[in-house]
């Protein structure tokens, strides 16, 4: 083989085997940061963008040789829901839900992902008897928008366990849908961080800040940036093959961070922050994780205490210090006293999908339910408090089956995640669903000691000495 051919062949190597080129990377992140400013100036580009990512994706579904590679789609388009949302990509609001059902339904049907089902769909068996409820207080299309709007999350769960609990993901796998999910997520922070340097005037105050979250939703843009804070805190950590890209997976953590404080809703850096907490208690049992966490605790503490909140109090006034110093729950609160005020006056089917806010009445207001376990028995009665079971049992059974501390690590901490989310967003996005399916995943063990890739000398047919690929045992893709 000549060496330009074995090059490039190790060069791909090194993407599959999880050592990811710093180079690339970090390319693919900078791209996406100059695509999502585009998209934040021309709406068609973002339209374009959502249209040609739906396209691959089932391009991908249909013909992908690995359903691994399904799963590095969805979490592309899991990423890139709030950055199409905020840029008026002018498309259906819950696609993002559906386009990750339908290319993990069609993974499922073409890699024959029968296992581990029945306590998902349990779940999502559970809420529909309440859904008939719906239509006859609706019309037609109100009804679907409730329907569509309650319902596509859980459906998104169930699926996502579905698929997702019958795979086995490699190191390099891992990382590699991880850095689909912050591609994306890059696009979020730019377009946050644009609108707030370029903004001549912004007026802080103790509640979120539209200017700061790039003109759209707060909790949802502080949401996701906060996810990016936390995968990027856990790749940094589990990554044991590729120290030139630390710095890189740094300075994201950082960013994602920033630009999810400066949002001023709360619940992005504090679901971030508690996933992180709950990954460190069993990644700390591991030796290079445990001094990786001993090296980046303090220099994370000295960096924003000292750098970078002085800074950003300066900016907003004092008044981001005194948000975070709020210990308000924002009104959600009496949205729970509301949820379970319906939820007594109809105990069992509850009142339908989308039909407590109007019949909340004083407690609560007429706003949609922002806590998913009380929506679960306001609208759906104690069958919707029932399918929370099947959701503990996933996770229990997710919890048994980890033989690592990393696998221990990814199941409490994803899990950890999504149900501080649905605790504060409900489930307003797919990322929830998506990232409870993410730990009932196989984390394969990373073969310490062998090299994914090495170069060795060989002779050529011309009988003079080149680089050829030679590569570690094949990795296993099959379902366990």
Not at 281 to 305: D, E, H, K, Q
Not at 456 to 480: D, H, N
Request: proline share 5%; net charge positive; with cysteine.
């Amino acid at each position: 083989m000549y060496p330009k051919q074995a090059a490039v062949r190790a060069r791909k190597r090194l993407w599959v085997e999880g050592r990811l080129p710093v180079v690339e990377t970090g390319a693919l992140l900078a791209g996406h940061i100059l695509l999502a400013l585009l998209m934040h100036r021309y709406s068609y580009v973002a339209g374009a963008h959502a249209f040609v990512t739906l396209c691959l994706a089932l391009g991908v579904a249909f013909l992908a040789s690995r359903p691994q590679q399904i799963a590095w789609v969805g979490a592309y388009i899991t990423g890139a829901e709030v950055l199409w949302r905020m840029t008026d990509a002018n498309l259906f609001w819950e696609l993002g839900k559906f386009a990750v059902v339908g290319i993990f339904v069609i993974g499922v049907l073409r890699f024959r992902r029968w296992r581990h089902q029945s306590l998902s769909w349990l779940y999502f068996a559970l809420l529909l008897p309440s859904a008939l409820l719906t239509p006859t207080s609706l019309s037609l299309t109100q009804a679907r928008q409730e329907l569509s709007f309650n319902l596509s999350g859980p459906l998104a769960l169930m699926v996502c366990v579905w698929f997702l609990s019958n795979m086995q993901f490699s190191a390099g796998q891992m990382h590699r849908l991880f850095l689909a999910l912050l591609a994306p997520l890059a696009g979020v922070a730019a377009i946050a961080g644009f609108t707030t340097l370029t903004t001549p005037s912004i007026h802080f105050n103790l509640q979120s800040n539209f200017t700061t979250s790039g003109g759209f939703g707060p909790n949802q843009v502080s949401a996701v940036l906060g996810l990016g804070a936390f995968v990027a805190f856990f790749y940094l950590l589990q990554d044991r093959r590729n120290p030139p890209l630390r710095p890189l997976l740094f300075g994201a953590m950082m960013l994602f961070a920033v630009q999810s404080a400066m949002t001023f809703s709360r619940g992005g850096l504090y679901a971030a922050g508690g996933a992180a907490l709950l990954a460190s208690a069993f990644l700390a049992r591991n030796a290079r994780s445990r001094a990786r966490l001993t090296l980046l605790g303090p220099i994370v503490f000295a960096l924003a205490a000292f750098v970078i909140l002085p800074r950003l109090d300066d900016f907003t006034g004092g008044a981001l210090s005194a948000r975070f110093q709020k210990t308000t729950l924002s009104n959600r609160e009496e949205l729970m006293q509301g949820d379970l005020e319906v939820w007594r006056r109809n105990p069992l089917l509850g009142v339908g999908p989308g039909m407590a806010k109007p019949v909340r009445g004083t407690a609560g207001g007429d706003a949609a339910a922002h806590t998913e376990f009380s929506r679960l028995v306001s609208e759906h009665g104690l069958l919707g408090l029932a399918a929370l079971v099947p959701l503990l049992m996933i996770g229990w059974r997710s919890f048994r089956r980890a033989k690592s501390a990393e696998q221990r690590a990814l199941v409490v901490s994803m899990m950890g995640w999504s149900f501080l989310f649905m605790l504060v967003y409900a489930m307003r996005l797919a990322a929830p669903a998506f990232i409870f399916g993410l730990a009932c995943i196989n984390l394969m063990p990373d073969r310490r000691g062998r090299a994914p890739a090495r170069i060795i000398q060989s002779r050529t047919r011309l009988g003079t000495l080149a680089p050829v690929v030679r590569s570690a045992p094949a990795t296993v893709y099959s379902s366990f």
